[in-house]
């Protein structure tokens, strides 16, 4: 058999071998594209941003990664004050240890993902009881690490927050 590739096909071979080569340019465009658009995430990370007492690791397990804003970003309406306010309006009786500007990525929180947000560190609430009505409750109480209060740098609005805790 010679391998002439469609020179000596039907029509219908010679058609089907056009779509074949059309769905392959399209995966190699494709492919492109996504290569591109990963370049330039991990570009990103080079300006990633750390909240001191947050490890960055644990965040990352909690899928949130914080970045620095864009410089094209106007800069934001509401103060690091303002965005304090919120925090604490949202959560009486929490004490504000740093408010930082960053750009959020957060897949499976819509609300912050892809968006620039104050992000408000705030000592956690005491410990709480996560333990059934009948079960020890000294061997469930979880123990938070961090909570982190994100707010929406145009509005001043509390739009939600971060807390991860450890168990006994």
Same mark, same amino acid.
């Given at each position: 058999?010679?391998?002439?590739?469609? /020179?000596?096909?039907?029509?219908?071979?010679?058609?089907?071998?056009?779509?074949?080569?059309? @769905?392959?340019?399209?995966?190699?465009?494709?492919?492109? @594209?996504?290569?591109?658009?990963?370049?330039?995430?991990?570009?990103?990370?080079?300006?990633?941003?750390?909240?001191?007492?947050?490890?960055?690791?644990?965040?990352?397990?909690? &899928?949130?990664?914080?970045?620095?804003?864009?410089?094209?970003?106007?800069?934001?309406?509401?103060?690091?004050?303002?965005?304090?306010?919120?925090? /604490?309006?949202?959560?009486?009786?929490?004490?504000?240890?740093?408010?930082?500007?960053?750009? @959020?990525?957060?897949?499976?929180?819509?609300? @912050?993902?892809?968006?620039?947000?104050?992000?408000?560190?705030?000592?956690?609430?005491?410990?709480?009881?996560?333990?059934?009505? &009948?079960?020890?409750?000294?061997?469930?109480?979880?123990?938070? +690490?961090?909570? +982190?209060?994100?707010?929406?740098?145009?509005?001043?609005?509390?739009?939600?927050?971060?807390?991860?805790?450890?168990?006994?």
């Amino acid at each position: 058999m010679t391998k002439d590739y469609g /020179l000596t096909m039907d029509r219908t071979v010679s058609h089907r071998t056009r779509i074949a080569g059309g @769905v392959a340019a399209a995966g190699i465009t494709l492919f492109a @594209v996504i290569t591109a658009t990963m370049g330039s995430a991990h570009a990103t990370v080079a300006s990633a941003v750390t909240i001191s007492g947050v490890p960055s690791a644990t965040l990352a397990t909690d &899928n949130v990664h914080l970045f620095a804003p864009s410089a094209a970003l106007p800069v934001p309406a509401v103060s690091a004050a303002g965005a304090t306010a919120a925090a /604490l309006a949202a959560f009486p009786g929490v004490q504000v240890k740093s408010a930082t500007l960053a750009q @959020v990525s957060d897949p499976g929180s819509p609300a @912050v993902d892809g968006k620039s947000m104050w992000v408000v560190n705030v000592t956690p609430p005491d410990a709480f009881n996560t333990a059934p009505p &009948n079960a020890p409750s000294s061997k469930l109480a979880a123990h938070p +690490l961090y909570m +982190l209060v994100f707010v929406d740098p145009t509005s001043g609005q509390f739009v939600m927050a971060v807390e991860h805790s450890t168990t006994n």
